[in-house]
């Protein structure tokens, strides 16, 4: 709340340098921030008296917005892209699958792989987990296996990560 919009009887008064200017009424300390050019900001309306403080109001939410959105532009989202493999894939298939995974970790995802096991093949998951192995291989040199493969249901499911470079990246 600012200005006019504060309803308490008395507040405690902070300046713009944060020194306490003590416990007043409401009119006074509206007209001490009118004869300063600023706004009277309530900070901590829980407390008694509640905290106000004399600043640009304005400025100050520039300065937060503009935090924002420094905060917003240094973040990464990672995304979790999934190739999935079957247990009787040929070479040919793997490689393509292998070149999708290398793509996408280069750009920063994490690969969830998964092998979805049909009919029988739920009794032979050593054959999915050889081709999980074996896709590992070609991809190892930008993943790192952040969850190992894993048999859930008639799935088998392995995450890879990117991996960090030295510089960061």
């Known amino acids: ?11 405690r008064v902070v300046s ?11 009119r006074a300390a509206l007209e001490l921030a009118e004869q300063h050019q600023l706004d009277l900001v309530k900070m901590v ?17 520039y300065e937060q917005a503009k935090k924002q ?5 240094n973040q990464k989202v990672i995304v ?30 994490k690969v969830k792989v998964s092998i979805r ?17 074996d896709f590992l291989k070609r991809v190892e040199s930008l993943a790192v296996v952040e969850r190992k493969p894993l048999v859930e249901g008639r799935h088998m499911i392995m995450i890879l990560a990117p991996k960090e470079n030295k510089d960061g990246k």
């Not at 340098?17 to 003590?22: K, R, S």
């Not at 309306?45 to 939410?61: F, G, I, T, W």
Request: aromatic share 6%; with cysteine; proline share 3%.
């Open 1 to 11: 709340m600012i200005n006019e919009e504060i309803r308490d009887r008395e507040v």
């Open 117 to 133: 096991f049909r009919g029988r093949q739920i009794t032979h998951t050593e054959i999915g987990f050889q081709v999980m192995q």
């Open 69 to 73: 959105r420094e905060i917003r532009k």
């Open 80 to 109: 979790l892209k999934e190739v999935q493999l079957s247990a009787t894939i040929e070479e040919n298939d793997i490689l393509v699958k292998a070149k999708n995974a290398i793509r996408f970790l280069e750009e920063g995802n």
């Open 45 to 61: 309306a829980n407390a008694r008296p509640p905290v106000c403080k004399l600043m640009d109001y304005d400025k100050y939410r």
């Open 16 to 26: 713009t340098d944060g020194e306490q200017l003590g416990i007043m009424p409401i």
